[in-house]
């Protein structure tokens, strides 16, 4: 089954099996995954869900939109390169994986 | 726009019920009935107003992400603007579907954004410390009108950029017109509007204008969009009065909610004082657990199913975002439980979807700048007499509530 893989700041990793289709917020808050907060419950407006996508899981996830791009301004942990909202991101049919790094902060 | 007449429906497949979601006694304590209209179905039929319902969190969480089927256009109260004349000019960001939504929307969201708003955190906290200040001087006080209306008819009002003179006076009569429009045109709705057509209506007009506002506000920040082009001319100080409408009767009855919910549950602020850091988690329990915004509507813009249900189209359906924060399906056997330890994230109290509350991020701000200026300093709250409810058709906050508090 796909899984989302979710790397602490500490380097602690914890995989959740998922369908595709399901958001890298939705399923951190649904499985109390640690470090993604999701004020807005989901609604790309409070950047609460920020986290860096892992290189190897560039390739099968679409580019930042613009509204997610105008939102990471907002991302209280440094925006880099490899900065997305949580909430725009879903498991695309197909893939094995997806590696997502948790910042240190959200608010 | 259509022109197809309201479909009246005397009989669904929904169960029915009569429940009034705007009687006084349902305003007192709406919760119990919450319970029971959850416990009816995913969706039932309130006979009285000749709308469906839904009270559960995951029917409403679809609906709210739904809005080419469930619209905005026809009004967010009862009322039909397909079919009814609106009691004033629909607003143009609130009561409108994309296309057009999403340009006004852009504007608001930009300016109110966490980036944006974070440039007022500094003036915020500098202010609540000083409301702490006075509330500990006096000792006993009106938690309302000395706190929870004082703080945001001063910081919120100040971020619009609006003068001061007249704020108390005409501000919070004209955002309880706007929120008792969200449900029937019934006698508090008019005797509401009566009153705000006593110098409320003219006020916000006049303050709204360009030449009185502050340069560097919000709400000089809409005139500029205009200037750029990303707003009409005549847009923009209607996006100023749609922010004075939102933003400020909700705060301060969040507030209230907040001084509410900490007197009658003295080990929850034990919690929040001893770690003031924890604020805004604390504000989103007081959010979930004491939301101030309850119902609203929508209406469906073609023959849809939801949970089984099936629903033609031109319906308004009342969504009940209120019941959905006590849902025990989404919140657990605990969700009557006043918990500031919860992570009461992904609460329906801003709404959610593409109209989900534009003003969030600046009341969370608020929120938590005055929970923690208050959790570092004051021990504990003290209920001295009995709150009294501000009714309302869609909100729930409180005009007075005499409190003490002992200092840290």
Redo the contacts between chains.
Sequence with gaps: MPQITYVQPDGTRRSIAVNPGATVMLTA?ANGVEGI???????A????CHIYLDEASQPFVPPVSEVEN??L??A?AGRRENSRLGCQIAMPAGVDEIIVHVPTHQ? | MTTAATIERLESDAPSTDYDPYANEVLDDPYPHYEMLRELGPVFYLTKYKAYGIARHAEIDHVLRDPATFCSSAGVGLANFHTDTPWRKPSIILEVDPPMHARTRKVMGGLLSPASINRMRTMFEREAEELVDRVLAKGHFDAVTDLCEAYPLRVFADAVGIPREGREKYLLPYGDMVFNAFGPVNERFKSCLAKAQEGAIDWIAEVCRRENLTPDGLGMQLYKAADEGLLEPEEAPMLVRTMLSAGLDTTVFTLCNAMLSFSRFPDQWDLVHANPSMSRQALEEVLRYESTFHSFYRTTTHEVEVAGVPMPAEQKVCVLIGSANRDPRRWGETADKFDVTRKAAGNLAFGTGIHGCAGQMIARLEGEIVLAALGRRVKRIYLEGKPVIHYNNSVRGYTSMPVRVDAA
Excluded at chain 1, 37 to 43: D, I, L, Q
Excluded at chain 1, 45 to 48: F, K, Q, R, W
């Design positions: 808050v907060v999701a004020e807005c419950g989901g609604a407006m409070c950047a609460t105008e939102m301004e907002s209280a608010v």
